[in-house]
């Protein structure tokens, strides 16, 4: 089974700022690697496919890099309703722990 | 617009049984794999189960192998989840959730808002 590890655990960071999620996996997930952001009350919503691909409607401050067993997630400029909790996921299968990303 | 319902969810005692559905509108649900995710509470995602577009092809987290069976029903546009020999740890917050695409590798892109089950003496 593969494992994905998600760093840090929880970031603290302000608007504007610039935020760095990393994704690490415990073999080749190849470029199959999503993110997804969840706000608490809400449902889960898909930001990255394929490591690098935008899903429809997100924002370009969003942006994802990697392949293989390292990925990372980069928000440009936080906006206050992007803290919230991350996931990363491997071939629609196992998630990562988390990232909290709290003000 | 795209949407995914769940219904189902509730009090059931260790070792008892609950069923899940989920029912989908707005897109071509034939088309589409589909999963089934779940929180715990305090806890993070967690993958649960998928199924294929004809559903001759479903696969399962470890955690509920052997008791949890995925199904669906293309003329009803719904999908299930049966779950069986249930244990506290099952309490959680169940997602159904859609596979962008026609496979499982791109990401799930659009969720239902979920279903609590409960399990508890």
């Known amino acids: 089974e593969i494992v994905l590890t998600q760093s840090p655990a929880t970031l603290s960071l302000s608007p504007g700022e610039r935020a760095t999620l990393s994704c690490r996996a415990s073999q080749s997930v190849g470029p199959y690697l999503v993110w997804y952001q969840h706000r608490p009350g809400q449902a889960p919503r898909l930001l990255i496919y394929?490591?690098?691909n935008r899903a429809t409607g997100i924002p370009a401050r969003f942006s994802g890099s990697g392949s293989g067993t390292d990925f990372t997630l980069t928000i440009s400029s936080l906006e206050p309703e992007d803290f919230a909790h991350y996931y990363c996921?491997?071939?629609?299968?196992?998630f990562g722990q988390g990232t909290k990303l709290e003000i | 617009e795209e949407q995914l319902l769940e219904s189902g969810g509730g009090l059931v005692q260790p070792g008892g049984s609950l069923r899940l559905s989920c029912a989908a509108s707005g897109f071509t649900f034939n088309n589409s794999p589909m999963s089934w995710v779940r929180q715990a509470p305090g806890k993070g995602l967690e993958w649960v189960s998928a199924?294929?577009?004809?559903?001759?092809?479903?696969y399962y987290g470890d955690s509920v192998k052997g008791r949890f069976t995925i199904s669906r029903d293309n003329s009803k546009s719904t999908l299930y989840l049966q779950m069986s020999s249930l244990r506290a740890e099952d309490t959680a917050l169940y997602y159904c959730a859609k596979y962008r695409g026609s496979g499982t590798n791109y990401g799930m892109d659009i969720w239902g808002h979920g279903t609590t089950v409960t399990v508890s003496s």
């Open positions: 394929n490591a690098v």
């Open positions: 996921q491997q071939r629609g299968r196992t």
């Open positions: 199924i294929s577009v004809s559903g001759g092809m479903t």
